[in-house]
């Protein structure tokens, strides 16, 4: 594997389900990201790893639980979420240094919330 | 509210011909502005950069026009491609951030007819 890779790629859960995505990082990053992206609107960050520590939470729901057990894995757990959370979720990675320089992106989990 | 606003949503431009994609943003603290293309399934990718203190920078068939006074910047795809064809993102980034924020755009969806 190479890049960043993200599962599953596609996710459909019920309003009380609680699920998780998976992101995993081969390119030796120490920075992390979640990102939220619906139709039509700019990317949204939702939070930020440096070194396995949240550096940033963009005023997320709780209900939106992200996980960072080591600098090459991201997770978000999901429970009790809303229709209107249906959207890309794209996970990234970066040098910590050069956060903000340059990421990259995964293919992104498509999530809809039935 | 930090803003980022691009123009148009969407363009359709002959194979050959000109793109042109425009942002203009806010704050003026920002210190590094990436457009980043994105292609149907995949993740969005950085593909040209630039900071404040230059005007244009080239890479191949892109360039970016930056207009500090004016606040706006812009992307311009010489010799479309059908291969150009994909969504694009410009973004910004707050000279005070060190967790790698970036601000983006609504982005453009280019079509390339060939």
């Known amino acids: 594997e190479t890049g960043v890779t993200q599962t599953p790629r596609h996710l459909v859960m019920g309003m009380t389900n609680k699920k998780s995505l998976k992101c995993e990082q081969h390119?030796?990053?120490?920075?992390m990201y979640w990102y939220k992206q619906s139709a039509k609107k700019p990317l949204e960050l939702m939070f930020v790893?440096?070194?396995?520590?949240?550096?940033e939470n963009n005023s997320v729901p709780s209900r939106f639980s992200p996980e960072c057990p080591n600098s090459s894995h991201l997770f978000l757990h999901l429970h009790t979420l809303q229709p209107e959370d249906s959207a890309l979720y794209l996970c990234?990675?970066?040098?910590?240094?050069?956060?903000?320089?340059?990421?990259?992106f995964g293919p992104g989990t498509r999530l809809t919330v039935t | 509210q930090q803003q980022v606003k691009q123009s148009p949503q969407s363009l359709i431009v002959q194979k050959g011909g000109i793109s042109i994609i425009n942002c203009a943003y806010e704050n003026t603290a920002f210190d590094y502005f990436p457009w980043y293309q994105q292609f149907p399934g995949k993740g969005p990718a950085l593909l040209i950069a630039i900071r404040p203190d230059v005007s244009e920078k080239k890479e191949g068939r892109f360039t970016i026009s930056f207009n500090k006074s004016a606040k706006q910047f812009s992307l311009h795809i010489m010799d479309s491609q059908p291969g150009d064809s994909a969504t694009y993102f410009c973004a910004a980034k707050g000279s005070s951030s060190n967790t790698g924020k970036l601000i983006f755009g609504q982005g453009t969806t280019l079509q390339v007819k060939p």
């Open positions: 390119l030796g990053h120490n920075a």
């Open positions: 990234a990675s970066s040098h910590a240094r050069l956060a903000g320089y340059e990421q990259y």
């Open positions: 790893y440096n070194f396995k520590e949240q550096t």
